[in-house]
């Protein structure tokens, strides 16, 4: 049975759209580099049907599946530039949750 696809209308619109334009430019280069989608979907380990899906800019394709797609297709670097690690490297981690100790429940009763 395969997997339930995620809705278009669950996905936010500025999401599709970069979905979509990836989707017409992973089509595009594999057009100019004359490759079959059998060819492309064997580089980066899917079927034929989901490079279909990808080239649709359908939003239940898995990211990987389209980083891996762009990144054969020699475009990752221009459709997925590289983030500032200021955005995932915090100074200090805290926990979400404080804990009991910073709650002054010393001992851990009530």
Known sequence: MPKKSLAAEATP???QEHIQ??????RAQRMVLRLTAAQLASRIGVSV???ARLEKG??????GSYLGALFSLGLNSVATPVLNPELWQSPASKRVRPTRMELGDELGYF
């Open 13 to 15: 619109l500025v999401v």
């Open 21 to 26: 334009m990836w989707g017409k430019a992973i």
């Open 49 to 51: 049907p989901t490079v």
């Open 58 to 63: 359908d939003p239940g394709v898995g990211v």
